[in-house]
């Protein structure tokens, strides 16, 4: 089946500091997702990307859906300390929805 | 509503015993999707409706697991019996129409003992 690679799996970060975590998949999807997901809650939908090239904002977070349609990056900006959670990348083909491993971001204050 | 709603948000049981999740999905979405996620791992889908029809179980062990959505709203997940490695969150979401972005409900953390 479909695998999205994710990475970093985990980052450690001093407040303020800027962070890039991307995802790579041998397969071509129609959308991007990127999700957060908190403890002992479900994940929530941050950026969605729906064109090969597209970069999109939502506040301190830029998402680019990669050229090949295999990738996809997310960036945040000025870290605080509420950014501390998983986030997860989730490619969309069909209607199925495939997701990479996580990335764990720490943020020290 | 414009969330997804699920109950009971935590489920703890015996081995063998039958367990019920329950999702609402957010108002006027047509498609509805149970996922299990194991602790360290993102979420991978069990069932996928289609206003009140299944589009995609193909992951979804039917020998102990069933979904319905009778009416083409609210669903509901059952494992009979439970065993020991169905310990996971699951996580129902819904999406306005098959392809377009899915939203995630609070999620019920299910503990088989």
């Known amino acids: 089946g479909q695998q999205l690679n994710q990475s970093p799996q985990s980052m450690f970060i001093q407040e303020g500091e800027d962070v890039s975590m991307n995802c790579t998949s041998s397969s071509i999807f129609n959308t991007w997702l990127w999700y957060k997901q908190d403890p002992g809650e479900g994940p929530v939908l941050l950026i969605a990307?729906?064109?090969?090239?597209e970069l999109t904002s939502n506040g301190r977070l830029t998402a680019q859906f990669g050229i090949t349609r295999k990738d996809s990056f997310l960036n945040i900006s000025a870290s605080i300390p509420s950014d501390v959670g998983i986030y997860f990348c989730?490619?969309?083909?069909?209607?199925?929805?495939?997701f990479g491993e996580g990335t764990q971001l720490t943020v020290n204050p | 509503e414009a969330e997804v709603a699920q109950s009971p948000r935590y489920k703890i049981t015996e081995k063998s015993q039958a367990v019920a999740f329950w999702c609402d999905p957010i108002?006027?979405?047509?498609?509805l999707y149970w996922y299990r996620q194991i602790l360290g791992q993102g979420p991978e889908l069990l069932v996928q409706f289609q206003d009140e029809s299944v589009v995609d179980d193909s992951q979804l062990p039917k020998d102990r697991f069933s979904a319905e959505r009778l009416k083409g709203v609210d669903s509901t997940l059952k494992i009979q019996p439970a065993e020991l490695g169905d310990s996971a969150m699951y996580l129902c979401?819904?999406?306005?129409?098959?392809?377009?972005?899915?939203?995630f409900g609070p999620g019920t953390r299910l503990t088989v003992l």
């Open positions: 990307l729906y064109k090969a090239g």
């Open positions: 108002s006027g979405h047509a498609t």
């Open positions: 979401a819904s999406s306005l129409r098959a392809g377009s972005e899915q939203f």
């Open positions: 989730a490619g969309l083909s069909g209607s199925r929805l495939t």
